[in-house]
């Protein structure tokens, strides 16, 4: 069940931005029934699990102005950070490669007026246009720590911020990870799972 807006009163978001969200959600139950976007089992949390979760990364990045955002998905979470983003001028560039979720986030796009670019293509072809270009790049639920730095490290050799949350396995990743390159990490909680991180890595050099 979709809960009121007045249960979604707390956030620190404008009324507008709030009636977004919630158009996000009412369409993504409508299009789940159809095109099984995001896991059954998440859909009935939708709110804190992705909406609420994807929303605290905006605050991480306060001043970001061009986020990419790696397999959106169905929107988790760069549709959400372009649509709370859009009164501080960011745009979100979704790279996602599965043409279902990309119809999804262009309708939410258009419907919303998110400032949200649509890359239906693999974010190995993505990434190498937009080094030296965003400021924030992040993706959930899309790899390990490793294989994540992997793909971006050229990114953020330029000086993009890295945000990538993670779950409990955060701090063994990171172990992984620093197998490889030394970087800054800063490990984060999460507003939304007492048991989640969110990673925000810079500085990242090769050890090779
Ligand atoms: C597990 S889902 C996570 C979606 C979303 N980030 C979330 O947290 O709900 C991973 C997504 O990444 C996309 N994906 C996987 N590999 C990709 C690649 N190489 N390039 C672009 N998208 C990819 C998949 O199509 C899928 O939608």
Redesign the pocket.
């Known amino acids: 069940m979709i809960a009121p807006a007045s249960a979604h009163a707390n956030l620190n978001v404008s009324r507008e931005t709030l009636e977004k969200l919630e158009l996000l959600e009412r369409e993504l139950r409508r299009w789940q029934a159809i095109k099984n976007l995001?896991g059954p089992a998440t859909l009935d949390r939708t709110w804190d699990r992705?909406i609420v979760d994807s929303l605290q990364l905006l605050d991480l990045a306060p001043e970001a102005k061009t986020w990419v955002d790696?397999?959106?998905?169905?929107g988790?979470p760069g549709l959400v950070l372009a649509i709370a983003g859009q009164e501080k001028g960011l745009t979100v560039h979704l790279?996602?490669?599965?043409s279902r979720?990309c119809a999804f986030l262009r309708q939410i796009a258009r419907l919303t007026g998110a400032p949200a670019v649509v890359h239906e293509a693999?974010?190995?072809a993505v990434i190498p246009g937009f080094v030296g270009k965003a400021d924030v790049v992040s993706a959930?639920?899309?790899a390990s720590l490793t294989q994540l730095l992997e793909w971006t490290e050229p990114m953020l050799k330029a000086g993009t911020i890295g945000l990538f949350p993670k779950g409990r396995d955060a701090e063994s990743e990171l172990t992984e990870a620093l197998k490889r390159w030394t970087f800054k990490a800063d490990v984060l909680p999460s507003r939304t799972d007492s048991e989640a991180r969110i990673l925000r890595i810079t500085s990242i050099e090769s050890l090779t």
């Open positions: 995001v992705h790696l397999g959106s998905g169905a988790f790279v996602e490669s599965n979720k693999r974010l190995e959930r639920a899309l």
